[in-house]
C-alpha cells in the first residue's frame, strides 16, 4: 500500500518552481532539491535560499506556572531566558534518553512556545501534557495552525529587510533571539535561528497566507541572488555544521552526554525529568560518544548504520555520510568508543563496495566557531 503523505502549504508553489523531486520527510512530501545540492548549498553560502520549514511543531505552554512547567520537562535552564530570547534544549526520558530536542522561545514567564521535531510532532505535544498535570499551565498544539518559512545565507538580512516592517540589524535581533512583526504585511514570529551555519531566520504566521509570504520573500530575494533549496540539501548543511536530526542521530536509546549536547543540558538548576540518570552517566562516564569523522577528497561515502571497525573490530556504527560540497572532502557522524573519540584518531567504515578510512575531526566540521551565524 502506498503511503499517504502530508503536504505543506506551500507544496503547490514547490511544484510550480520544478523540483527534481520529492521525498518522505517526517511525514511530509518534501522537495528534494531545485536545481542541484551542490548548487543550493552553494547559494546557502555565499547568498542565500529559501527553505520550507513547515514539517516542526509548535507547542504552546501557558499559565502561572508555565515557566515551572518547561523547567521540569527541559534540561536546560530556561529560567534565565528574557523575553524575545530563545534556548536550545534536550526533553529527557527519566531513563536520560533524549525523547526530542527543542528550542524554547521565551514569550513571557507565563507563555512558551516549544518548536518539536519533525519527527516528533506525533509524541511531545501528549507527553509534555501528561508530564506537567497538576500544574497551574496547559498546552496548545498550534503544529496545524502555524506554518514556517526560513531564509537562511549571508545576504538574508538585506532580502528580509525589504519586506519586514521593523528592525532586522544584530543590534536589534542578534542570534538566538525573536520578535513580532509584520512581514509582506503578515503578522509573523521571526526567530533569528537556522541549521544551516550561516545568518538565518525563521519566519513563523498563519498558513492561510502562505502563497502571499513565499511570493514576497522569493521576490524580495532575487536581487540577492536568493534560490530556493530543497529539505535533501538542507540535510546535507547539517551535517557540515553537526546539527543533529532526531532519529538519526540522536533518538530514545541516546542521552545529550553520549551525543556532544551537554551544554544542553543544566544539573545543577535544580530537578528535572532524566536528571538523576544524566548526573549517574557523568560520574560514571559514558561508553560512546558522537564523532565527526573527515576523508580525504574523492573518497567514497557509505549509508547509515554501516559499522566503524578500529584494528579490524567493531567499535561503533554511522549515523549519516555525505560528501560535502564546503570541504570537498567527504564527512560523517558516528558513534564510536568513548576511548577512541579523540581528534586525529583513525578508523575504518566498512561500506559494501570496499573500507572507508577516516580520521575522527574538530567540529563543527564547517566554520567551527559559529563566527557566520552572528554577523
Known amino acids: 500500500m502506498t503511503k499517504m503523505l502530508k503536504r505543506s502549504p506551500h507544496f503547490a508553489q ?194 492561510g497566507y502562505a502563497y502571499q509570504m513565499y511570493d514576497a520573500l522569493l521576490d524580495a530575494g532575487r536581487p540577492s541572488g536568493m534560490a530556493l533549496c530543497g529539505n535533501r540539501s538542507l540535510g546535507i548543511m547539517r551535517l557540515e555544521k553537526v546539527y543533529h536530526v532526531y532519529t538519526r542521530d540522536i533518538d530514545e536509546a541516546t542521552n545529550p552526554l553520549e551525543a556532544g549536547l551537554e551544554r544542553a543540558v543544566k544539573l545543577d538548576k535544580g530537578d528535572f525529568i532524566g536528571r538523576d540518570a544524566l548526573l549517574a552517566a557523568k560520574r560514571k562516564g559514558v561508553a560512546r560518544k558522537l564523532v565527526g569523522l573527515i576523508g580525504e577528497p574523492g573518497t567514497a561515502v557509505a549509508p547509515p548504520k554501516s559499522e566503524v571497525l578500529h584494528a579490524g573490530r567493531k567499535v561503533g556504527h554511522v549515523t549519516f555520510m555525505a560528501a560535502s560540497p564546503t570541504l570537498g572532502k567527504p564527512i560523517a557522524l558516528a558513534y564510536v568508543a568513548s576511548e577512541l ?9 566498512a561500506a559494501q563496495g570496499g573500507n572507508i578510512e577516516l580520521q575522527v575531526a574538530r567540529t563543527p566540521f564547517y566554520d567551527p566557531d559559529g563566527a557566520r551565524i552572528r554577523v
Open 341 to 349: 573519540s579523540v581528534i586525529g584518531t583513525a578508523l575504518t567504515v
Open 14 to 207: 514547490h511544484l510550480k518552481h520544478d523540483p527534481k523531486g520529492t521525498f518522505d520527510f517526517a511525514g511530509w512530501e518534501m522537495p528534494t532539491h531545485f536545481t542541484s545540492l551542490e548548487e543550493e548549498i552553494r547559494a546557502c553560502r555565499s547568498a542565500a535560499i529559501l527553505i520550507d520549514g513547515h514539517a516542526m511543531g509548535e507547542l504552546h505552554v501557558r499559565g502561572k506556572a508555565a515557566l515551572e512547567a518547561v523547567q521540569k520537562v527541559c534540561a536546560n535552564d530556561l529560567a534565565r531566558a528574557q523575553p524575545g530570547q530563545c534556548v536550545y534544549t534536550s526533553l529527557c526520558k527519566p531513563d536520560g534518553g533524549i525523547l526530542d530536542d527543542l528550542v524554547a522561545f521565551c514569550i513571557s514567564p507565563e507563555h512558551w512556545l516549544l518548536t518539536v521535531a519533525a519527527f516528533n510532532t506525533w509524541k511531545t505535544p501528549g507527553w509534555i501534557e501528561e508530564h506537567i498535570r497538576g500544574l497551574n499551565a496547559w498546552t496548545c498544539d498550534q503544529s496545524a495552525g502555524t506554518t514556517c518559512l526560513e531564509v537562511q545565507g549571508p545576504r538574508a538580512r538585506e532580502i528580509l529587510a525589504r519586506v519586514a516592517d521593523f528592525d532586522v540589524s544584530d543590534k536589534a535581533l542578534p542570534y538566538f533571539r525573536f520578535v513580532r512583526g509584520k512581514v509582506a504585511g503578515i503578522e509573523a514570529l521571526v526567530a533569528r535561528l537556522g541549521v544551516t551555519g550561516e545568518l538565518g531566520y525563521e519566519i513563523f504566521y498563519d498558513p
